[in-house]
């Protein structure tokens, strides 16, 4: 008893010692992505639409839902959310499969909201938009998968590290990467052992000013992605872009030099 006290203690302590603000808004960022991007809907504005169409049909047919199963269901989805505004293990990070118990609440609360939502004409004009962006993202996602396979792919690897070979044409670059959680040595070793062997040489160390950014996507921590893109984008614009599978591979010229 002692323990778990003490533990609950130290995350009122993590939580409180930074801005309340700040961490609640990391917590709903990743409870947007990591929840309404099990949809599969790839797009900002579909996922928020999504969001604001779930929300707002809880509260337009709240009497339908919250029967006792529905309030089952509710309790079920958000208890462990507002847990986890206090949680602290793994330096206070959420990863993806820390939701994976409360996904069939989920999925069975938004399938009934969009059942009372299509039993009204004027619902359906907010129904069928989204079963379109819904099916059109799901079958782009279901064709990248036969295309070249699910996730992260060795061949998908290789083939954006010919990519970057091929746009430099010999000339020196330097190449930085992005790999969740923010662990490159995949690719620094596919650049010593595939690229050198290949092509005959490396990223140089040296900055110069063609510049290659590469990577994956971050769905546990997309805040993290976007800042390491936010400062790549000061210090190099992009002229083409590349993309494989799940991996983005940006060629940039280079416009500051940052000292080492």
């Known amino acids: 008893m002692l323990n778990c006290f003490d533990n609950f203690s130290f995350s009122l302590v993590f939580v409180f010692k930074f801005n309340i603000k700040d961490i609640c808004f990391m917590r709903i960022l990743t409870y947007h992505q990591e929840i309404i991007g099990t949809l599969g809907i790839s797009s900002k504005e579909g996922k928020l639409f999504a969001l604001v169409l779930f929300l707002t049909t809880l509260v337009i047919f709240k009497k339908k839902i919250f029967s006792p199963g529905g309030k089952f269901l509710f309790l079920w989805l958000t208890v462990p959310l507002i847990c986890y505004m206090f949680y602290q293990g793994n330096h206070g990070y959420l990863w993806g499969y820390y939701f994976c118990g409360i996904l069939p609440a989920f999925f069975i609360l938004f399938a009934s909201c969009l059942s009372f939502l299509s039993e009204k004409r004027l619902g359906n004009i907010l129904v069928i938009p989204f079963l379109i962006v819904f099916l059109y993202d799901n079958l782009v996602n279901v064709s990248n998968y036969l295309k070249v396979g699910v996730g992260i792919t060795f061949e998908a690897q290789l ?20 790999v969740p959680p923010q662990i490159y040595y995949s690719y620094s070793y596919l650049m010593k052992w595939y690229g050198k062997q290949k092509y005959g040489y490396e990223p140089a160390i040296k900055q110069v000013s063609e510049l290659y950014t590469l990577y994956e996507p971050d769905l546990e921590h997309p805040q993290f992605l976007q800042s390491w893109l936010e400062r790549q984008d000061k210090i190099g614009k992009i002229e083409k872009e590349y993309n494989w599978g799940d991996i983005t591979v940006h060629k940039r010229r280079r416009i500051i030099y940052e000292e080492n």
Not at 159 to 178: H, L, T
């Open 159 to 178: 083939k954006a590290i010919d990519w970057i070979y091929e746009q430099a044409q010999g000339k020196p670059f330097n190449a930085d990467f992005y």
